[in-house]
C-alpha cells in the first residue's frame, strides 16, 4: 500500500484559487504510478475523477475542470498537485488524491490494487 496524505483544502469565494498537494510514500510507491485527484461534492455517493497524471506526466482533466486546473508532480519530492483557479460554487467538495498502476486508471480498482487513496481534504467554495 502507499500512503498518501493531502493538504491545501481551505475555504474561498468564487473566483478565487488554491493549490492542492498529496505527498506519496512506502516501500511500495512508485513514480511510473499514475497518480489523480478525485473529488465527491456533498451528499454524492461516487466521487468523480476530475485530473489524473502519468509517471511521465501526461494529464487528463475533467470537462468541468478543464482550463481551470492544473494537475502536476514532482517526482522527487513523491508530491502530486492540483492547482485550481477560478474556483466556482460546484467546485465545493471533499478532494481526495489516489495512485496505483496506470491500468486500473478507468476501473473501481484504483487505488486498491496495491496503490492507496489519501484522507482526502475539504474544498469549500462560497458565491
Known amino acids: 500500500q502507499v500512503h498518501l496524505v493531502e493538504s491545501g483544502g481551505g475555504s474561498v469565494q468564487a473566483g478565487g484559487s488554491l493549490k492542492l498537494s498529496c505527498v506519496a510514500s512506502?516501500?511500495?510507491?512508485?513514480?511510473?504510478?499514475?497518480m489523480a485527484w478525485f473529488r465527491q461534492a456533498p451528499g454524492e455517493k461516487e466521487r468523480e475523477r476530475v485530473a489524473n497524471i502519468t509517471g511521465d506526466a501526461t494529464t487528463n482533466y475533467a470537462d468541468s475542470v478543464k482550463d481551470r486546473f492544473t494537475i502536476s508532480r514532482d517526482n522527487t519530492l513523491n508530491t502530486l498537485y492540483l492547482q485550481m483557479d477560478n474556483l466556482k460554487p460546484e467546485d465545493t467538495g471533499m478532494y481526495y488524491c489516489?495512485?496505483?498502476?496506470?491500468?486500473?486508471?478507468?476501473?473501481?480498482?484504483?487505488?486498491?490494487?496495491?496503490?492507496?487513496w489519501g484522507q482526502g481534504t475539504q474544498v469549500t467554495v462560497s458565491s
Open positions: 512506502g516501500k511500495y510507491y512508485d513514480s511510473t504510478y499514475c
Open positions: 489516489a495512485a496505483d498502476r496506470c491500468v486500473y486508471l478507468r476501473s473501481k480498482s484504483f487505488g486498491f490494487s496495491g496503490g492507496g
